[in-house]
């Protein structure tokens, strides 16, 4: 194989971190960016620190670690997983979970991994967030496989090709297990639906044999949920706009939202690494026309997904609400019911929109997991 062609989107080497963090270092931008990690600290604590790491190990054991923990403890309640046990023996994976913060969906996943003693993943990301070399030294010495987006459908095809060829690579071989999202960009409705697209991507380097290609990549599906949506109020301004015109994002519009999805009171977070497709959901898939077959894998991988995204007292509020129902009246207390009317009223105050539509949109985050959950009863 010509691994030069993955060049330009794989993770640095090892040998090619130290001098990436040299270059972090020097740039201009580095005292901002310390002042913001580490307020009031002397900056050159942070330089010493950086310049002490000479893997992608290093950086995310002695860097990337700290800086997830501390934002975790500042920002949420608890941090919960299961599934752990996917990873006996070194077994590496393809996770594919849902997708509903730019940033932190695969920190939290990196941090639970890495201080459970299991190896960390690679993590795709989309090349539109990757806005100067100083971000590209960043994201390429945390593990970061660079996803090419593009409206050519040329390059869209060839792009997509090397992306899946490496994927399998690494998989397949078991040199590292590998996390992207099941969508292109975040849930913004709070339905977390597989596209098929992704799945198409996969199946580009494959043999052509579609059990064997499949079952390869060992796919675990991995469940995200958030006691309080990242972003909410963004997201639901997005699709009120939508609704009336195409949306366009402003510029800065992505780091706004992760700086949001950072800093944002998250509650509760909850992990749940599923159990990979099966050899009987591949089995079953292959059996069935060349659309239908993805078709079939992403309602597998959703199933798997929706079945175990953890609901919390937020989802059947909102729920109940949207419904004028008391269904799920004995999962909350009025008390709790009061206290998020107050936080959605607070979220919306300032927004230039329709103040029902927008609630609706609102709620409607916050609903649809429930909605989802209950389409698999």
């Known amino acids: 194989m010509n691994f030069a062609k993955f060049d330009n989107i794989r993770p640095y080497n090892d040998s090619e971190v130290h001098p990436a963090l040299e270059r972090i270092v020097a740039n201009p931008n580095f005292s901002g960016v310390s002042q913001y990690i580490f307020p009031g600290q002397d900056e050159n604590l942070f330089k010493t620190l950086l310049l002490s790491c000479y893997t992608k190990d290093d950086f995310q054991e002695k860097v990337m670690s700290q800086i997830v923990d501390r ?20 077994k590496r994976h393809l996770i594919v979970s849902n997708h509903r913060d730019i940033v932190l969906d695969p920190a939290i996943i990196q941090l639970i991994l890495y201080k459970h003693g299991v190896a960390t993943t690679e993590i795709a990301v989309g090349d539109n967030l990757i806005t100067s070399s100083f971000i ?40 590292s297990s590998v996390w992207i999202a099941q969508r292109n960009g975040r ?30 990549l060992s796919i675990l599906p991995t469940s995200i949920s958030y006691e309080y949506e990242p972003c909410d109020i963004y997201k639901a301004i997005e699709l009120y706009v939508s609704r009336r015109q195409k949306y366009v994002k402003a510029e800065g519009e992505d780091l706004k939202s992760i700086l949001t999805g950072i800093m944002q009171f998250k509650g509760n977070i909850h992990i749940s690494f599923n159990e990979p497709l099966t050899a009987e959901e591949i089995h079953s898939a292959a059996g069935l026309d060349k659309n ?86």
């Open 71 to 90: 934002v975790l403890k500042g920002t949420a309640k608890e941090v919960t997983f299961k599934g752990l046990e996917h990873f006996k023996g070194g």
């Open 136 to 175: 590209e030294d960043i994201t390429r010495s945390n593990k970061m496989i660079k996803v090419i987006r593009s409206s050519n459908p040329r390059e869209v095809y060839t792009t997509s090709k090397v992306l899946s060829e490496y994927i399998r690579h690494n998989v397949a071989n078991q040199i």
């Open 187 to 216: 849930t913004k409705d709070g339905l977390d639906v597989t596209e098929q697209g992704l799945l198409k991507m996969f199946d580009m380097s494959g043999s052509g044999d579609f059990i064997k290609d499949f079952t390869e």
């Open 292 to 377: 239908e077959r993805f078709k079939a894998l992403g309602l597998a991988m959703d199933r798997k997904i929706i079945s175990a995204y953890k609901l919390w007292k937020n989802n059947y509020i909102a729920y109940d609400i949207l419904n004028s129902s008391n269904e799920y009246a004995s999962m909350y207390s009025a008390q709790e019911k009061e206290a998020f009317i107050t936080y959605m009223e607070n979220k919306l105050v300032d927004a230039d929109a329709d103040k029902a539509e927008l609630e609706h949109i609102f709620l409607s985050i916050y609903a649809n997991p429930v909605v989802s959950d209950r389409g698999l009863k």
